[in-house]
């Protein structure tokens, strides 16, 4: 095995642990519910931009009762703001908006976001820019989060629709939860990266020695044994993952397990035959400078 080659497949792991450094953001946790809206409810937001509409639509919905039609005529980006939620107390933890989207001749992009006013009258915004409809879409999940530090409360918060061209959405199942910044736990969303990461770093440096010391016959034990453990650990991430998809954890969860997992075990599976064919030629060719000397 060349320098070169193995160098490669140390900057793809240490770059695939980086990746899954920042996970998506997948299917909605509720956690703890703190406003929800339905068809029946009234838009509560009044002033829409000029161009939107917003209309209860009765025959098109994600959960085959009502659902909110908007519909925009401008070609300039807007916030569509729908619905005030009051979130005075709270703080340190996450807030999380959801709801389900469907789209039709929707130029540009259309979004969720979430604007959080504070006392002094600054707002901040949280736009699922990862998981936007174009064009015709069906309905699709969507989420997007607002991390709140100790000390930051606002006073409310604006949830709506972003449009950037004409277009029309409808939005259902609206909602906002709360969820504690949990730490200590690797299944959590903010924390479901770490192994994978370290994984990668850890192949990236196993790849740069082993590049360098199988072709000299040193280290073998150890080049091995480590090489040996982290194919393993690549093969209990791949289950992990699948459980975790099968216990209903988001998207953001058991994405990095499963994605690490998958390309971990292709990787080194492919890589350890040839480290140790790099050892029987180091050993060869030392056998060979004996019988010669």
Known sequence: ?????????????????FLTATPPLGAEDQGSLLAEFTADDPVAVSGLPEGVTVMLEPETSADGQKSWRLTYSGNEPVF???????LAGIENGQLQYSARLRSRQVSGRAYLEMRCVFPDGKSYFAKALNETLTGD????????PFFLK???????????VCLEGPGTVWIDQVRLS???LR????????LAWIPGMMLGMLGGIYGAFAGFLAPR???RAWVLGLGIFLDGACFLMLPAGIVLFAGGYSFGVWYPWL???????????????????????????????????
Do not use: H
């Open 1 to 17: 095995m060349n320098f070169s080659y193995v160098f490669y497949i140390a900057v793809t792991l240490t770059c695939t642990g």
């Open 80 to 86: 569509a703001a729908l619905f005030e939620v009051p």
């Open 137 to 144: 879409r069906d309905w699709m999940p969507t989420s997007t």
């Open 150 to 160: 100790k000390g930051e409360s606002p006073e409310k918060a604006m949830l709506g």
């Open 178 to 180: 709360r969820q504690s």
């Open 183 to 190: 730490v200590g736990n690797p299944f959590t969303m903010r």
């Open 217 to 219: 016959g040193r280290g």
């Open 259 to 293: 994605l690490t997992g998958a390309i971990g075990v292709l990787v080194f599976t492919s890589v350890l035959p040839v480290i140790f064919k790099r050892y029987r030629e180091a050993e060869l060719r030392r056998m060979d400078a004996l019988d010669l000397s």
